[in-house]
């Protein structure tokens, strides 16, 4: 079965940089496109970043900029790039295969929380 567990949370000051983690199993992430989302207490969840089987990547207009999505094929991860964190982007983050129905399970994902 495929997993994708996230990582790599945490509380920081804004202004600052977090790296988040989706390590894969059962599967090759190399072969699908792939999301960050992310949901923050009373919101909808959303997508922020995104990277095709080709490697291109998009953004959303709040994190472009400051958020990078990349993945290591011979690692089998992908990851997010967090810079410049304001307290606006205080959110649970969840890695997805954009192929994936919002009804499949979310996991856990992995907190990140921004305040001074």
């Known amino acids: 079965q495929v997993q994708l567990v996230e990582s790599g949370g945490g509380s920081v000051q804004p202004g600052g940089s977090l790296r988040l983690s989706c390590a894969a199993s059962?599967?090759?992430?190399?072969?699908?496109?792939l999301g960050w989302y992310r949901q923050a207490p009373g919101k909808q969840r959303e997508l922020v970043a995104g990277?095709?089987?080709?490697?291109?990547?998009s953004y959303a207009d709040s994190v472009k900029g400051r958020f990078t999505v990349s993945r290591d094929n011979a690692k089998n991860i992908m990851y997010l790039q967090m810079n410049d964190l304001q307290p606006e982007d205080t959110a649970v983050y969840y890695c997805?295969?954009?192929?994936?129905?919002?009804?499949?399970?979310w996991g856990q994902g992995t907190q990140v929380t921004v305040s001074s």
């Open positions: 997805r295969d954009l192929a994936w129905p919002a009804s499949r399970d």
């Open positions: 990277i095709n089987i080709g490697d291109k990547t």
């Open positions: 059962g599967t090759l992430l190399s072969i699908f496109a």
